[in-house]
């Protein structure tokens, strides 16, 4: 196998790591964003249901959306630690494949 044809193959693997790096990104952000409305919407509903209630049913409509509002922190930090950690491991083969190019590259241009 030529070094040119080694190098090609490096560099698919460097670029289809950025790819999957931006999408793991984009999809956190996603994921947070629905998170953070979800949160809204079900703090909001425990609210109005809080408001009609008597005094027993608010205090479990506001324990309610506290636990709601923990499980969406959870999630969206769970989403982001997720994404960081594919972030990270993109990162880490996009420069293994980065070095292991210049390595070949180097190789070929010594023993030339």
Known sequence: MDTKSI???IDDAANLAKDLTAKASAKV??????????ASEAGQKVDDMAEKG????????EKAGHH??????????????T????????????NTAEHRREELTGKGAETK
């Open 7 to 9: 190098n090609s193959k």
């Open 29 to 38: 952000g996603e994921v947070a964003g629905k998170a953070g409305t979800i």
């Open 54 to 61: 008597e005094h027993r049913l608010q205090e479990t409509a």
């Open 68 to 81: 709601i509002k923990e499980i969406a922190t959870k999630a969206i930090h769970s989403a982001q630690e």
């Open 83 to 94: 994404a960081q950690k594919v972030v990270h491991s993109a990162k880490e083969v996009a």
